[in-house]
């Protein structure tokens, strides 16, 4: 079956596994932020990077990352939220911090208000639907993240971090050449770190 058959298979599938596991984990954000926070810190601590870190407004069952951008901000690291311009089009980002205001947008999305200045993170917090060990992640296929990344990895050290539930890691998540690896998954239940995060 073409790779993108079986990822569109497994999203079904894992868009139902998520929607247990948001149920049975109503402690899962405060659990990922604390593990999120320490390897995040030391990463920007020595790519001498002080921000944006840009986080994501959960929809539905996503991983909720409040907690860590809360601990984020209260540390003042400036933070951002991904706008989606257009389909096809790579994300921009626009600062946000926790308590200011959002506007919904297209597919049921909140993203800050169009007043709110462009930025350009250092950091991704990346939701998903599934995830495997070497960090290959399952989106709901717009190729918002791998878009973004292909242009922002080309100028500056950037860190992607996925946020899951434990329960969505899958044995090998089916990857084409555009899918970029993500450097380290935070779970309620710890760190998965592909081998190539120092
Ligand atoms: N919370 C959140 N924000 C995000 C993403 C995400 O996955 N989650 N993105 C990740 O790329 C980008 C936006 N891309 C998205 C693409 C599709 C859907 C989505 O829910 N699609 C629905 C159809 C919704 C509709 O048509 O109204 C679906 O696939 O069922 C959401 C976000 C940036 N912001
Ligand atoms: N770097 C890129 N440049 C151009 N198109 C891309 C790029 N990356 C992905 N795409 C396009 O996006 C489509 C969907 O990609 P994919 O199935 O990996 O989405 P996803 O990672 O699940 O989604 P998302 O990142 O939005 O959560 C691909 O078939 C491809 O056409």
Redesign the pocket.
């Known amino acids: 079956m073409p790779i993108r058959h079986q990822k569109t298979d497994l ?1 079904q599938k894992a868009r139902l596994v998520r929607a247990q596991l948001f149920c049975a984990h109503p402690d899962a954000p405060q659990a990922v932020a604390n593990h999120a926070l320490p390897p995040l810190l030391s990463w920007m601590a020595a790519h001498d990077i002080s921000g944006p870190v840009a986080g ?5 069952d ?1 991983l909720d990352p409040r907690p860590l951008l809360d601990a984020l901000s209260a540390r003042n690291i400036p933070l951002c ?4 311009d257009a389909v096809d089009h790579p ?1 921009h980002f626009r600062h946000w911090k926790p308590g200011d205001a959002l506007r919904s947008a ?4 909140m ?1 800050p208000v169009t007043t709110a200045a462009l930025c350009t993170p250092a950091v991704l917090l ?3 639907l599934a995830f495997d060990d070497a960090g290959f992640r399952l ?7 791998d878009r973004t990344l292909a242009i922002l990895e080309k100028t500056r050290p950037i860190l992607t971090v996925g946020l899951a539930f434990s329960g969505q890691r899958l044995e090998s998540v089916p990857h084409e050449a555009h899918d970029m690896p993500l450097d380290l998954i935070a779970t309620e239940a710890g760190l998965v770190t592909p081998a190539r995060f120092i």
């Open positions: 999203r994501y407004w959960a929809k539905g996503e939220l991904p706008v989606v994300l297209r597919f049921g999305l993203e990346v939701p998903m989106g709901y296929g717009g190729g918002f993240y």
